[in-house]
C-alpha cells in the first residue's frame, strides 16, 4: 500500500495507518451548528436578511470536518509519515533514526473512549503529533519497538555505580 502522499522501499512494510477520530471535527460542528441557530432565530426575531449568516455556519461545520478527513499518518519499518491540509497539503516524514522519544496523552474522554495523542520528540526538527487516534498506547508502543527508545533502566547495580564513581573521583584526585 503506497498513497500518492508518501512512498516506501521495497523492504519496507507499513506497521499502522490512522487518522484522527470524526469527534476531532465536534467543536468546529458545534460552532457551525450555533452559528445557524443564531443566525435563524435573529431572521426570525428581527431581520430576514440576517438568515444570509446560515452558510457561514455551513462553512465553519464543513472546514473542520475536511480537516479532520483530510489528514492521515503511517507508519512503516523505518519512518513516520503524517499529511493534513484542506486546500493545501502538508507532508511529513521523519525517519525512525531521528525519534528521540515518544510519550502519549489521553483526556478523561480520550481514557473513557480509547483515542488520544502520540507525541513524538524528532532530532534537529519540531516534534510530531498523531492526534486524537485510536489506542494511542500500541501506536508509541509500535513506534518505539522499532527506535529502540523503549524506557529502561540503566545497566548495572547501584553497588557498581558507586564503584564507578569511587574509581573516577581516584583519578580526578590524581590528576590534581
Do not use: C
Amino acid at each position: 500500500m503506497t498513497g500518492d502522499w508518501w512512498f516506501r522501499h521495497d523492504d519496507e512494510t507499513v506497521v499502522w495507518t490512522g487518522r484522527p477520530r470524526l469527534s476531532a471535527a465536534l467543536g468546529g460542528g458545534v460552532v457551525g451548528v450555533a452559528t445557524v441557530a443564531v443566525a435563524l432565530l435573529a431572521a426570525a426575531a428581527v431581520d430576514p436578511r440576517i438568515a444570509a449568516a446560515s452558510p457561514l455556519g455551513v462553512g465553519i461545520a464543513g472546514w473542520e470536518l475536511l480537516r479532520v478527513t483530510r489528514t492521515d499518518y503511517v507508519v512503516t519499518t523505518r519512518a513516520i509519515w503524517s499529511k493534513r491540509g484542506v486546500l493545501g497539503r502538508k507532508v511529513r516524514r521523519v525517519g525512525l533514526a531521528q525519534v528521540q522519544n515518544t510519550a502519549y496523552s489521553q483526556s478523561v474522554t480520550g481514557s473513557a473512549f480509547g483515542y488520544g495523542t502520540v507525541t513524538i520528540e524528532v532530532a534537529g526538527g519540531p516534534d510530531l503529533e498523531l492526534r486524537r487516534i485510536d489506542d494511542p498506547q500500541a501506536v508509541r508502543r509500535s513506534i518505539t519497538d522499532r527506535t529502540g527508545t523503549v524506557d529502561r533502566e540503566p545497566p548495572g547495580t547501584v553497588e557498581q555505580w558507586r564503584a564507578v564513581l569511587s574509581v573516577v573521583r581516584d583519578i580526578e584526585a590524581a590528576v590534581d
